[in-house]
């Protein structure tokens, strides 16, 4: 990469009308994550100074997500949707100060690969624009070159036929130099039928100046946008078919690919084994030797080495495995840290609890972890044995090596090596069910 600083500006204002929808259209989740966010992620590579992300229909909502996303970004306002140049205006006075390469991205391109970024950060051309070869050029802007580089952007509408045949097309992401753009935007016109300023003016007006000017070219399929539910859809299919076949490049098991969905930050270490029909939500870890056994729903949880989660389990935000647990069916875990070689069967939810390692927790155990007003931990040591049907009351602690009764509601801590009992006493009727039954009958008339 270059030792030429980075900045990034992802124009991310428009409506998207065709999405119809009223949510802004870069916030329509692709591998589980905003729309935005695979820019902002791809953006990382050339590792910017800063970074600035222009918002407008739905300003809030977009700064709110990008706030999750990428807390050091910072947002630019563009009020009136007056075209790409206008947008890229906004954005230049939250990068005062910035000396070197600006690259322009597309809030709604989410496939531009990192290698080509530092291709366009790397470049030495005072402006650099990404072309690509399209299989059907359409009604895109066509890039004219010649032995000095780009010479022109022309537009479908204004090409000749000869114009027309050209493949090399202009897919909106630009690199220039900053204090150029401060220089050129100004001169941006908007004297076309939609009244707009267009960034794709600073290459002709680069050239005036005798700026050189140049194209880096890229694959079609890193610059497709997204602007209807149909075109999103197909990129969840190409984007999930990528993840597949890299997790198995890398290593990772997957019994049925097809059958896998996995968010964009996934992480899956070498020889693990992934079982059909299980799905990943974002922040998700899972390392090397563990398995994920079919149907089950994980997001932002770490599972270590040698654990086994599933099948129909669900790790939910704050799950932490260690080494060799085990989770079984119909297990929902969140905001817990089980130790090394902690068992959890079947039919349980542990959520705001740390249990220690090697215990072994029950079916049907509930942590009652919330009042209606706030969350409380329940603390279980090393080696406890928890019965079947145990309540635990937060806050609550089990200690090391205790056990609790099956059916049992604990509402005070238990000591170490203690077992607590904390239910009803049983009461036998000889003879009453029949008793009972009968006259149920004959009420009923039966």
Same mark, same amino acid.
């Given at each position: 990469?270059?030792?030429?600083?980075?900045?990034?500006?992802?124009? !991310?204002?428009?409506?998207?009308?065709?999405?119809?929808?009223?949510?802004?259209?870069?916030?329509?989740?692709?591998?589980?994550?905003?729309?935005?966010?695979?820019?902002?992620?791809?953006?990382?590579?050339?590792?910017?100074?800063?970074?600035?992300?222009?918002?407008?229909?739905?300003?809030?909502? =977009?700064?709110?997500?990008?706030?999750?996303? /990428?807390?050091? #970004?910072?947002?630019?306002?563009?009020?009136?949707?007056?075209?790409?140049?206008?947008?890229?205006?906004?954005?230049?006075?939250?990068?005062?100060?910035?000396?070197?390469?600006?690259?322009?991205?597309?809030?709604?391109?989410?496939?531009?690969?990192? /290698?080509?970024?530092?291709?366009?950060?790397?470049?030495?051309? /005072?402006?650099?624009?990404?072309?690509?070869?399209?299989?059907?050029?359409?009604?895109?802007?066509?890039?004219?070159?010649?032995?000095?580089?780009?010479?022109?952007?022309?537009?479908?509408?204004?090409?000749?036929? @000869?114009?027309?045949?050209?493949?090399?097309?202009?897919?909106?992401?630009?690199?220039?130099?900053?204090?150029?753009?401060?220089?050129?935007?100004?001169?941006?016109?908007?004297?076309?039928? #939609?009244?707009?300023?267009?960034?794709?003016?600073?290459?002709?007006?680069?050239?005036?100046?005798?700026?050189?000017?140049?194209?880096?070219?890229?694959?079609? @399929?890193?610059?497709?946008?997204?602007?209807?539910?149909?075109?999103?859809?197909?990129?969840?299919?190409?984007?999930?078919?990528?993840?597949? !076949?890299?997790?198995?490049? *890398?290593?990772?098991?997957?019994?049925?690919?097809?059958?896998?969905?996995?968010?964009?930050?996934?992480?899956?270490?070498?020889?693990?084994?992934?079982?059909?029909?299980?799905?990943?939500?974002?922040?998700?870890?899972?390392?090397?030797?563990?398995?994920?056994?079919?149907?089950?729903?994980?997001?932002?949880?770490? =599972?270590?080495?040698?654990?086994?989660?599933?099948?129909?389990?669900?790790?939910?935000?704050?799950?932490?495995?260690?080494? /060799?647990?085990?989770?079984?069916?119909?297990?929902?875990?969140?905001?817990?840290?089980?130790?090394?070689?902690?068992? =959890?069967?079947?039919?349980?939810?542990?959520?705001?609890?740390?249990?220690?390692?090697?215990?072994?927790?029950?079916?049907?155990?509930?942590?009652?972890?919330?009042?209606?007003?706030?969350?409380?931990?329940?603390?279980?040591?090393?080696?406890?044995?928890?019965?079947?049907?145990?309540?635990?009351?937060?806050?609550?602690?089990?200690?090391?090596?205790?056990?609790?009764?099956?059916?049992?509601?604990?509402?005070?801590?238990?000591?170490? *090596?203690?077992?607590?009992?904390?239910?009803?006493?049983?009461?036998?009727?000889?003879?009453?069910?029949?008793?009972?039954?009968? @006259?149920?009958?004959?009420?009923?008339?039966?």
């Amino acid at each position: 990469m270059s030792d030429n600083p980075v900045a990034l500006i992802v124009l !991310a204002a428009g409506q998207g009308s065709r999405m119809q929808s009223d949510l802004p259209k870069v916030l329509h989740r692709l591998g589980g994550v905003p729309l935005v966010g695979h820019a902002l992620a791809a953006g990382r590579a050339v590792e910017p100074e800063r970074i600035v992300v222009v918002a407008g229909h739905g300003a809030d909502a =977009v700064k709110k997500a990008v706030g999750k996303l /990428d807390p050091e #970004a910072a947002i630019a306002l563009q009020e009136e949707q007056l075209g790409t140049g206008h947008a890229v205006q906004q954005a230049l006075p939250l990068l005062d100060g910035f000396e070197g390469r600006v690259i322009v991205l597309y809030g709604d391109t989410p496939f531009i690969g990192e /290698d080509t970024l530092l291709e366009l950060a790397a470049h030495s051309a /005072d402006v650099v624009v990404l072309g690509f070869e399209a299989a059907d050029p359409g009604r895109y802007g066509r890039l004219v070159t010649g032995p000095e580089g780009l010479e022109r952007i022309v537009e479908f509408k204004d090409a000749d036929e @000869a114009t027309r045949a050209i493949r090399l097309v202009n897919s909106g992401v630009l690199a220039a130099d900053a204090a150029l753009l401060r220089a050129l935007l100004p001169k941006v016109g908007n004297a076309n039928a #939609a009244g707009e300023y267009y960034l794709t003016d600073i290459p002709a007006l680069a050239r005036a100046e005798g700026r050189s000017v140049q194209v880096v070219t890229c694959h079609e @399929a890193e610059t497709l946008g997204i602007n209807t539910r149909e075109e999103l859809a197909a990129a969840e299919a190409a984007f999930q078919s990528r993840a597949r !076949a890299r997790a198995l490049e *890398d290593g990772v098991t997957l019994t049925d690919p097809s059958t896998v969905w996995f968010a964009l930050d996934t992480y899956i270490g070498r020889d693990a084994i992934i079982g059909q029909n299980v799905v990943f939500g974002p922040d998700v870890t899972v390392e090397s030797g563990a398995e994920i056994l079919p149907f089950c729903h994980l997001e932002g949880c770490h =599972v270590s080495s040698g654990a086994t989660v599933g099948p129909f389990a669900r790790l939910r935000p704050g799950a932490e495995l260690g080494g /060799d647990v085990h989770v079984g069916n119909f297990v929902e875990i969140k905001n817990s840290v089980l130790d090394e070689g902690v068992k =959890v069967g079947h039919l349980t939810y542990l959520g705001d609890a740390h249990i220690g390692e090697a215990t072994n927790i029950g079916a049907g155990t509930v942590t009652c972890n919330y009042d209606g007003v706030g969350k409380h931990r329940t603390e279980i040591g090393a080696n406890a044995f928890i019965g079947s049907d145990t309540m635990l009351v937060a806050p609550v602690r089990v200690g090391a090596r205790a056990m609790t009764g099956s059916g049992s509601v604990i509402t005070e801590d238990v000591p170490d *090596d203690a077992l607590a009992i904390g239910r009803a006493r049983q009461v036998t009727k000889p003879g009453l069910a029949t008793r009972l039954m009968q @006259a149920l009958r004959q009420k009923k008339g039966q």
